[in-house]
């Protein structure tokens, strides 16, 4: 079967984790090691497709072909997606933070004698996926992710339903990380009268999978 062709077409992905800065030194993070987004940018290219990949913080090479845009916070991130729009395609393969510190220290936060303990306000980041699926120049096609340590299936039709989304494609993650710093993952598509059950299979062959389904719901 060959392999459909995503020429003319325009498709923004997000990869990778936020990061987002405390002090100078200091930030939190998440595990995501970029790969799946990065797979996924380097397949719709390689189908024709203009890609844009918005990366958070990892050291991948830039895949063939492909425009890419580096950013470090959800902020950042949000702003370089939206700017990335008009598209085709929206597929958010990111672990954007959810929640972001209130303030930044412009210094290094000091342990004080006598502290023994340090409480963090955070504030809630804007949501990229749903605000793209919200916008008013909305991609035909917009693809989420869902990573679930419990009620998958569940959980994955919420974030579908919620957030206005065409696809959702969820995984299950453990403590280990499983599906976050491998190579291989198991993913469940869901959608509109559609629910595929893609891998276990490394992330390259997952993404081309997911590429297919984007293609033929393209029409
Ligand atoms: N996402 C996003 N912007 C955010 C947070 C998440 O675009 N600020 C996107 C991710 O790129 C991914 C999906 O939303 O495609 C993942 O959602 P997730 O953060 O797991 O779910 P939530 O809706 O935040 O739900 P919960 O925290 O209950 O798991």
């Known amino acids: 079967m060959s392999t459909p062709s995503l020429a003319g077409r325009r498709i923004v992905v997000s990869a990778g984790p936020t990061f987002e800065d405390l002090d100078p030194v200091r930030f939190l993070g998440n595990r995501s090691s970029g790969k799946t987004g990065f ?14 990949l918005v990366a958070g913080p990892v050291s991948l090479a ?3 072909g492909v425009e ?5 916070s959800a902020a950042q991130m949000h702003a370089a997606v939206m700017a990335a729009l008009p598209a085709d395609v929206y597929i958010g393969a990111a672990a954007v933070a959810d929640f972001t510190p209130a303030r930044v220290s412009d210094h290094k936060i000091k342990k004080r004698p006598g502290e023994d303990g340090l409480v963090l306000q955070l504030v809630r980041t804007a949501d990229i996926l749903a605000d793209v699926a919200a916008s008013a120049r909305r991609p035909s096609l917009v693809v989420g992710f869902a990573a679930e340590t419990g009620d998958v299936e569940a959980n994955a039709r919420g974030k579908l339903e919620r957030k206005r989304l065409d696809l959702v494609c969820a995984n299950r993650v453990g403590l280990a990380g499983s599906g976050f710093e491998s190579d291989d993952n198991a993913l469940l598509v869901i959608g509109d009268g559609l629910r595929r059950e893609l891998g276990p299979a490394s992330k390259v062959e997952l993404a ?5 389904l984007v293609a033929e719901r393209l029409g």
């Open 68 to 72: 890419r845009v580096d950013v470090r």
């Open 208 to 212: 081309d999978a997911l590429l297919d």
């Open 62 to 64: 830039t895949p063939a």
């Open 39 to 52: 797979a996924i940018a380097a397949a719709a290219a390689a189908r024709g497709a203009r890609t844009v």
